[in-house]
């Protein structure tokens, strides 16, 4: 929250309890200072804002900050995301958090996907939604078409594929520009969608495990392309 207020026009109004004003006052001044309209209310206010049991005492309204993927893909990008059909907000929050922590560029979301500014999203975030840019309601088809004339290799998330991410390691081709696609957390990618890939690639189970749910499995594609990429500079 305090980056967020540390950008002009960013945070519109601070609701909080007068115990939160009081734990917060680092956070109210800085909004003050800000121009952001400060407004005290009761525990039971801020649990309706929230929409949540246990909240905090705080919550920011925020201006959207969805961009255009034109806008989005800024030059020297080399890693993006695009979620296809995430239906769960909790899911797609965690994705986008470890796209950021992985020092993704941008994550689209596509048109049938959760609204990344769900509430459960945005605090499954932790702030990561105002750390990167966010693309919505983009058309699958088109975004790959549109990645692949930016330079960019497209890799389609399926745990059905023959070709698993350890055999890309080591060919060297995670080194390139890349967007990972990630599917529906219950059944994956269309079969049109991993058709429209430059490759499908699973993780591989070593283990008992029948899967991995999909935010795992984003940490570890996202981590091994980040790892690739950095390692060629």
Not at 45 to 60: D, F, R, W
Not at 113 to 129: Q, T
Request: aromatic share 4%; proline share 4%.
């Amino acid at each position: 929250m305090r980056e967020a207020l540390a950008e002009p026009g960013r945070v519109r109004a601070l609701f909080l309890t007068g115990e939160a004003r009081q734990r917060h006052g680092d956070l109210v001044g800085l909004a003050v200072a800000s121009g952001v309209e400060v407004c005290q209310a009761s525990g039971r206010v801020l649990t309706e804002l929230s929409e949540t049991v246990t909240p905090q005492g705080i919550v920011a309204v925020c201006e959207r900050i969805d961009v255009s993927l034109e806008a989005a893909l800024l030059p020297g990008a080399r890693l993006a995301v695009l979620l296809a059909a995430i239906r769960d907000p909790g899911n797609a929050g965690t994705v986008l958090r470890t796209a950021d922590a992985a020092g993704a560029d941008v994550v689209a979301f596509s048109d049938t996907s959760v609204d990344p500014y769900n509430g459960k999203c945005v605090r499954a975030s932790a702030g990561s939604l105002f750390h990167l840019p966010i693309v919505l309601g983009a058309p699958v088809a088109a975004t790959i078409a549109h990645m692949r004339r930016a330079g960019f290799q497209v890799l389609a998330a399926d745990g059905a594929a023959t070709r698993d991410i350890d055999d890309l390691d080591r060919s060297g081709d995670l080194a390139r520009p890349t967007m990972w696609v990630f599917g529906n957390e219950a059944w994956g990618l269309p079969a049109d969608i991993v058709g429209a890939a430059d490759a499908a690639v699973r993780v591989p189970i070593h283990g008992r495990a029948e899967s991995l749910n999909l935010a795992a499995a984003a940490a570890v594609c996202l981590y091994a392309a980040a790892r690739a990429q950095r390692a060629v500079g």
